[in-house]
């Protein structure tokens, strides 16, 4: 157990002064959160930490959401995953039998500037709720949520504010059905919701669950899986039709961390930001202490919000000083000790080009990189992909996984892997890929653009292959040359990656390649060997060929392959080079050879 407590330290987990973490449930103050909490919240003990009997533990913050989990022995092995649990069924609150509005009640909103029309409209009112936080029962206001008119939650807020929700009812978002095409205003908190709209807006919501305490990593595996922002998965298709979105969070650290994340999941292309009056924190702020004019020429001042253009070097030096002062990644590992030093990928917005010659391996190695991202960032991965079908591509993933063969192989030592290790591969490529595809033309690269939004929005994916890309409906304008056209479908996935943190793959065939002769080695493509123009080249961030000497026959049921990395934008990310791998034919799994 030793073990495990000091990787708990090691994540900043320590029981509170006097006490000692035992297995099953524990509780302590939480490293992510209760040191900027304010006056007796900093030691209240907010972090449930589960210790289980094979060695492991899993924690969450009921303040900031923190979540994270250090696995087991048992489930620390190859092919060992365990099921996640199920999730309570939804349960809709009963809508109230009274919705008291006693003048003492409404004297809190005139005293916040809030019209009682507003509060009425709303349908928030008086009640009474238990608070876990003071464990008791306390008057407080609550917020009904609605979707179609039906009550999906309820939000309670006493004097304190102490928040609660409805136990097992569906994250929504607030005024959920005023949300319009043209403009939607997104705050932080159901008070902000009520003063835009004292202010003459409509269209206006938040999440239920507040701003985090601190932005995740972007390496972060349970970044993308925060249950704060679950109330944008169940609105996703709403939110997909919105044309602008103004964000006015909270002007102070935890806002700007919940505006750069929903900027992020909604496109920062259709997103804008305002500026807070000084003195002022947040919309009820400015109308309590500026009044409405001030309000709405804060909320029609927005500006777009910064997408990569043209700034002044002021508007990176935060970016800079954290470079310099090693808190950012530069590069993430790729998983293979001897590719590193070549390519390292990032998860904010690189274009990705892959070629080699067909069989030679091009998407089994994208694959094995994808495995390596998400088992040790816990990336999430769309897919669109033309060559593999979904059941082939899955059983290659279930491969990798496990590290046996899905078919029967003619090597009886390689036995084939059980219905229990096909479960847990199931339940690992379930988490972490996602397909993207159309059953019945060939897609468009605007169509596939939408389709990754969605799995952005939805799933918080971090990279996007499409293979390859001659498969893909290309309408190219008239008088318009493939090499233009060229430039423009890699600016179009560039935009896309950059928008969204998304690294972008396209795999591309090169032109047919002529050898020196019968029984030589077939030649190393390059970029600049793909049909269409040295746009493959110009427009990549990283480029790299996958190629296998044929003229080498394969060592039973190994085979030897060649990553040439051609070119890497930032030297920080690599540089030309090559790296040589073992390729396991049965399982698809490649080795490094050094």
Not at 69 to 79: D, F, K, T
Not at 491 to 502: A, D, I
């Amino acid at each position: 157990m030793t073990d495990l407590l000091n990787e708990l330290a090691g994540h900043g987990i320590r029981p509170q002064r006097g006490g000692a973490f035992r297995h099953g449930d524990n509780a302590t103050t939480c490293p992510q959160c209760s040191a900027q909490r304010h006056g007796a919240n900093k030691g209240k003990p907010c972090l449930s930490v589960k210790l289980d009997d094979d060695g492991g533990a899993v924690w969450r913050c009921h303040h900031c959401e923190w979540t994270g989990n250090i696995p087991g022995r048992r489930a620390a092995g190859v092919g060992s995953f365990r099921r996640p649990a199920p999730k309570a069924p939804i349960r809709r609150p009963d809508p109230p039998v009274e919705t008291p509005r006693p003048d003492a009640f409404l004297s809190f909103f005139d005293g916040r500037g809030i019209a009682r029309d507003v509060v009425e409209e709303m349908g928030v009112y008086r009640g009474v709720k238990f608070f876990s936080q003071v464990g008791e029962e306390r008057p407080c206001v609550v917020f009904p949520y609605l979707r179609g008119g039906e009550l999906e939650n309820n939000k309670y807020r006493d004097r304190e504010k102490n928040f609660a929700q409805d136990k097992d009812a569906e994250r929504a978002l607030y005024n959920f059905d005023q949300i319009a095409d043209d403009v939607l205003i997104w705050v932080e908190g159901e008070m902000d919701v009520l003063a835009c709209m004292t202010g003459g807006y409509r269209s206006v919501t938040t999440l239920p669950d507040g701003a985090p305490a601190k932005l995740k990593d972007e390496d972060d595996p349970t970044r993308d899986s925060d249950r704060r922002f679950e109330a944008m998965v169940n609105a996703a298709d709403r939110l997909a039709s919105v044309r602008k979105i103004i964000i006015a969070t909270d002007g102070d650290g935890p806002g700007g961390n919940l505006a750069e994340e929903l900027a992020r999941r909604l496109g920062k292309e259709r997103c804008w930001r305002v500026r807070y009056p000084e003195g002022c924190k947040d919309a009820n702020d400015v109308l309590l202490k500026l009044g409405p004019d001030a309000l709405r020429l804060m909320i029609e001042s927005a500006q777009p919000y910064p997408i990569r253009g043209v700034h002044t070097a002021e508007d990176f030096w935060d970016d800079v000083l954290a470079l310099y002062n090693g808190e950012r990644a530069v590069g993430l590992t790729t998983g293979f000790d001897n590719l590193d030093p070549l390519m390292k990928l990032t998860g904010t917005g690189l274009l990705v080009v892959v070629t080699g010659i067909p069989n030679h391996g091009k998407s089994e190695f994208v694959d094995q990189l994808m495995v390596n991202y998400a088992r040790t960032y816990g990336w999430k991965v769309g897919y669109c992909s033309f060559e593999n079908a979904p059941p082939r591509h899955i059983a290659k993933f279930a491969e990798k996984i496990i590290g046996k063969p899905f078919f029967c192989y003619n090597d009886h030592r390689r036995l084939r892997m059980d219905e229990m290790e096909l479960e847990a591969a199931r339940e690992w490529v379930r988490h972490h890929i996602h397909f993207i595809r159309a059953d019945d033309d060939a897609p468009t690269v605007d169509w596939i653009i939408e389709k990754s939004r969605v799995l952005v929005m939805r799933h918080g994916i971090k990279a996007l292959i499409i293979d390859p890309y001659n498969e893909i409906e290309h309408r190219r304008q008239p008088g318009k040359t493939e090499t233009e056209y060229i430039s423009e479908v890699l600016g179009k996935l560039r935009r896309f990656g950059e928008n969204h943190g998304v690294d972008v793959f396209i795999v591309a065939h090169p032109t047919k390649l002529q050898t020196n002769g019968e029984g030589t080695a077939e030649p190393v493509p390059g970029l600049y060997d793909i049909s269409g123009g040295a746009h493959w080249n110009n427009k990549a961030d990283i480029g790299f060929t996958v190629w296998r000497d044929r003229s080498i026959l394969p060592r039973g049921a190994k085979s030897s392959t060649l990553v040439k990395v051609h070119k890497v934008r930032s030297k920080e990310l690599g540089r030309p080079g090559a790296a040589d791998f073992e390729y396991d034919i049965p399982t698809g799994i490649y080795s490094p050879i050094y």
